[in-house]
């Protein structure tokens, strides 16, 4: 149910240069999901009544990504005047006059927090009749974070950004995680007496702290238990850091609802992924995107698959697949790259070194090796001879082949498209298939084998060959 006294705002207009890239920092991915589309999660899922993003630095392309995955989000730009202070005072213009909720702030570049933890945050405030309410946490190296200010008797005193600290409250090792709940009346009140004199030359949302506490205000700082919550990521190095550790909690979950996973240290699963019970995860595996595994399955070792589907008990070892369905008991690998359209039916074989591309085959049939299959259709239980090419270009334009099912083709085929091969017809070794084979049918390429006697001896003379040939006696 919707809260209509709470709103969130995400801070979002930060130009993240440590990251040193064209994609802003917030668009970088962390467990297949953008930094940003993590805490718009988050914020979302608090069933706020108003969810505001507060966007400057690459707008475009970061409002595009925000409307592809929380379309509600309201969007609010924050002017040339800089700081987190002024991003917050931009949102509140984003909220009806008359809201006098709790805001609850958010940062895009905080991508581990959820939403639990914010619940817990807004209960607290609420608990105490708290004009603002903050999570802190104790990190063992705090370089670069603001630190908590506490008097004698553990109260909040303030807090003191790192480039306006002294070398004594440096020491400090309790940081201001940048997760605020502030009552909006209070928040409006103190926001337009900011101002910009510190060494940043910024409007810091802190000092907003400052201001609720001259004026009495109650105030609380809540340690997070769990550090990891609040890591920011500013850097790449930050980025491998908090993808790793995300990996191995969607690891731990995963392996506690019921799935094997041989190697966490060499496997990555992205957010989105789905695990029934019983499937096995091999060592090397990276399984991307809206990816899904049916129960029993086994996946790698050295697999990568994305926004694929594995039916039941298949098999899909040592392989690349983008955009494919693997059917119930069908079996994949080893060295099969599925591209995306590929469709393997139910207790089918992709086997070793075979292309797919836009390819459906069915029930029982064999793709066993060395082959190439695209545009094509394959029915029931037919057996694809090794070395075979669907030759679906014709240098202009993509051409499909149509194989029946019951089918049985020789190696080293060629089936120029388009063709139609019937139902349960054959096809020789080494045929080229240029025109549609009928139901029951044997294509072949007629061209008799001729043997030369003596070629050897009269044209490659003193040749291991020419040696070999004349010691056979034959």
């Given at each position: 149910m919707t809260n209509p006294q709470l709103a969130v705002v995400i801070l979002a207009a930060g130009q993240g240069t440590r990251m040193k890239s064209r994609t802003p920092k917030i668009l970088h991915e962390l467990a297949g999901i953008p930094l940003v589309v993590h805490v718009l999660q988050t914020a979302h899922a608090l069933d706020a009544a108003h969810v505001i993003a507060v966007v400057r630095h690459d707008r475009d392309a970061v409002v595009e990504v925000i409307a592809e995955h929380a379309p509600s989000t309201t969007i609010v730009d924050q002017d040339e005047i800089p700081g987190t202070g002024r991003a917050v005072e931009a949102a509140l213009g984003g909220l009806p006059d008359d809201f006098s909720g709790r805001l609850v702030v958010l940062s895009a570049d905080v991508p581990m927090l959820d939403a639990a933890t914010v619940r817990a945050l807004v209960a607290t405030h609420d608990e105490h009749a708290n004009e603002l309410t903050l999570l802190s946490a104790i990190f063992d190296d705090p370089t670069g974070a603001g630190r908590i200010l506490r008097a004698a008797d553990g109260s909040f005193e303030g807090i003191v950004e790192q480039k306006?600290?002294?070398?004594?409250?440096?020491?400090?090792?309790?940081?201001?995680?940048?997760?605020?709940?502030?009552?909006?009346?209070?928040?409006?009140?103190?926001?337009?007496?900011?101002?910009?004199?510190?060494?940043?030359?910024?409007?810091?949302?802190?000092?907003?702290?400052?201001?609720?506490?001259?004026?009495?205000?109650?105030?609380?700082?809540?340690?997070?238990?769990?550090?990891?919550?609040?890591?920011?990521?500013?850097?790449?190095?930050?980025?491998?850091?908090?993808a790793a550790e995300m990996n191995a909690r969607i690891i731990r979950a995963w392996q506690l609802a019921g799935v094997t996973v041989q190697d966490p240290a060499t496997t990555w699963i992205d957010g989105d992924v789905k695990l029934a019970e019983d499937v096995t995860i091999l060592p090397g595996t990276q399984l991307k995107g809206a990816t899904l595994v049916e129960r029993g399955a086994t996946v790698g070792p050295d697999t990568t698959l994305v926004d694929c589907e594995i039916g039941e008990n298949a098999v899909v070892k040592r392989s690349d697949a983008t955009l494919a369905v693997v059917g119930a008991g069908a079996s994949v690998g080893p060295f099969a790259f599925l591209r995306p359209g590929t469709y393997l039916g139910e207790d089918g074989k992709i086997g070793t070194f075979v292309e797919t591309k836009n390819v459906k085959i069915g029930r029982g049939s064999k793709l066993p090796h060395l082959s190439y299959a695209g545009d094509a259709e394959v029915g029931e239980h037919s057996n694809i001879g090794a070395g075979t090419i669907f030759a679906n270009y014709d240098g202009v334009a993509k051409h499909s082949s149509v194989v029946g099912s019951h089918v049985r083709t020789g190696s080293h085929n060629v089936f120029v498209a388009p063709i139609r091969i019937g139902d349960g017809a054959y096809t020789g070794a080494g045929t080229v298939v240029r025109k549609d084979v009928p139901p029951g049918a044997l294509a072949i390429n007629v061209a008799p084998q001729r043997n030369m006697a003596g070629w050897v001896e009269a044209n490659r003379p003193g040749t291991d060959a020419a040696r070999a040939a004349a010691e056979s006696g034959e």
């Open positions: 306006d600290a002294t070398d004594e409250q440096r020491a400090i090792t309790e940081i201001n995680a940048g997760v605020y709940v502030f009552d909006v009346p209070s928040l409006r009140r103190v926001l337009v007496t900011i101002g910009t004199q510190n060494a940043q030359h910024e409007k810091y949302l802190t000092d907003a702290a400052a201001g609720i506490k001259l004026a009495g205000g109650r105030i609380s700082a809540v340690p997070v238990s769990d550090p990891w919550l609040v890591q920011g990521v500013n850097d790449r190095v930050q980025l491998s850091q908090a």
